[in-house]
Every structure is written in structure tokens, then in C-alpha cells.
């Protein structure tokens, strides 16, 4: 599905953030060594090879909330914006920390005229984040930077279920048809 405001395209697809050649940069939701791990972190680093792991090293530790840019190696993208989300019931307060993780992915790219994102659903997965209320952090946040973009085109939502995906779906209908 999409939705176009501001001249952004706000977009939400079921699928494999690994596998978006038609998107600038994707966001990984990482770990804070920024090392291969499970879930997002995992299937990234195994699409973009060793190397992204040799580059994400010496970026890392990162706390959550953070930010850093990468190259994307194998990955079809030139960018890897990697974030790290809160653990649900720990890294207080978990809704200012997962709307940083969009904030600061969205300006590093607009600092680097990147013109498209995919963004998982961060820490909706071992981390523990309810999906429906990380839901409405995310596109919050998203929303309240659409009036500023210079560069960014396209905002993508890649989820990987399908309740995730239809959660998404309502939601984005509900706050971007507003306007």
C-alpha cells in the first residue's frame, strides 16, 4: 500500500528488508556491537557479506535510540542506516527511544540527499516492543518530519508477517489520510 504526503510516498509491503533494490538505504535494527546477530541484524549481514560487519565495528557500541551509516556491500542498497531499538520494559523510555531510532535514520538520511528508506519494525521482535504500539510511535514520528525532508522521496515499512504488515496498513491509512 501507499499513501503520498507532502510529496513523500509512505509505503508498507510485506517482504524481506534485505531484498529492496528499488530503495537507497535500509535500516537495520541492530544490536549495539553492530555485529551479525538474529533476526534483521542477521538476515542483513548475511545478504551484505563479512564486509559490512568489518565496516560496523569500529561505529559501534551504539546505545539505544542511535544511529550510524554504513555502506551496503552485497545488499541491491548504498546504504545501511543501522539503529538500535529498546528492549521493551528496560531501556526507559522505550517510546522516546524508538522514535529517536526513526528520528536520527531519517536525518542521517537526509544528511547524506539520500532519496529512499526501508525501515523494519524495530524491536517488535526479541526485543519485545508491542507491535501495534511501536506502530504508533513510528509513524508519529515519521509524520512530524514529513514537513522538513529536503531529500528523502519514499519512506518504506517492510514487515515481515502479515499481522505485522496489516497492523501497519491500518494504522498509515488512519494517521496519513488526515491530511
Do not use: W
Not at 534483521?40 to 569500529?58: D, F, Q, S, T, Y
Request: proline fraction near 6%; aromatic fraction near 6%.
Amino acid at each position: 500500500m501507499q499513501i503520498k504526503v507532502n510529496n513523500v510516498s509512505i509505503e508498507c509491503v510485506k517482504g524481506d528488508i534485505a531484498s529492496q533494490p528499488d530503495i537507497t538505504a535500509i535500516v537495520n535494527a541492530a544490536n549495539a556491537q553492530l555485529r551479525r546477530g538474529g533476526g534483521v541484524a542477521g538476515a542483513i549481514h548475511r545478504a551484505a557479506g563479512p564486509e559490512l560487519e568489518k565496516e560496523c565495528i569500529p561505529l559501534g557500541p551504539i546505545k539505544p535510540g542511535e544511529a550510524v551509516i554504513s555502506g551496503g556491500h552485497n545488499l541491491p542498497n548504498d546504504f545501511d542506516i543501522h539503529c538500535l531499538g529498546p528492549v521493551y520494559g528496560n531501556d526507559k523510555p522505550e517510546d522516546k527511544r524508538l522514535s529517536d531510532c526513526y528520528r536520527n535514520a531519517i536525518e542521517l538520511a537526509e544528511k547524506h540527499h539520500i532519496e529512499s528508506i526501508a525501515f523494519p519494525a524495530i524491536s517488535t521482535g526479541v526485543f519485545g516492543y508491542p507491535i501495534e504500539d511501536a506502530t504508533t510511535v513510528a509513524l508519529s514520528t515519521i509524520h512530524s518530519l514529513l514537513p522538513d525532508l529536503k531529500h528523502l522521496k519514499t519512506i518504506r515499512f517492510v514487515l515481515f508477517s502479515q499481522n505485522d504488515y496489516e497492523v501497519y496498513e491500518s494504522k498509515i491509512k488512519l494517521m496519513f489520510s488526515k491530511k
